[in-house]
């Protein structure tokens, strides 16, 4: 393998894993060997506690948390403030290969005309 063949493919391998640990961790472990998440009361709702509490005032004798009018608020049109890095990796990369194509079509025009 030449040199510059050889230096493309550690570059892309030194750039190419960034982009795929910034996408997080993944867990590999099958659906019955993950911690269970959501836990189910099998009690039947007559013998569950009761914690709903109903008000009986009247509408018009409760105080008014919030205004009943509210001015809307403009949206928000700022530009994002992260750096995009996924679209670095691929420009670099990507840059590399055109260098290695450009690199190996100059040292194959060098060795015909010396022939």
Do not use: H
């Given at each position: ?17 960034g ?90 025009r ?6």
């Amino acid at each position: 393998m030449s040199r510059i063949a050889a230096t493309t493919v550690a570059s892309l391998m030194l750039a190419l894993p960034g982009a795929a640990s910034a996408a997080g961790t993944q867990d590999y472990r099958s659906p019955d060997g993950r911690p269970v998440s959501v836990t189910q009361d099998y009690r039947s709702p007559d013998s569950r506690p009761v914690s709903v509490t109903q008000d009986f005032t009247s509408p018009d004798a409760k105080p008014i948390a919030t205004p009943r009018f509210a001015p809307p608020t403009p949206p928000n049109t700022s530009a994002p403030s992260g750096f995009d890095w996924g679209l670095l990796v691929v420009g670099v990369a990507l840059m590399l290969v055109a260098l290695a194509g450009i690199a190996y079509a100059n040292r194959r025009r060098r060795s015909l005309t010396a022939a």
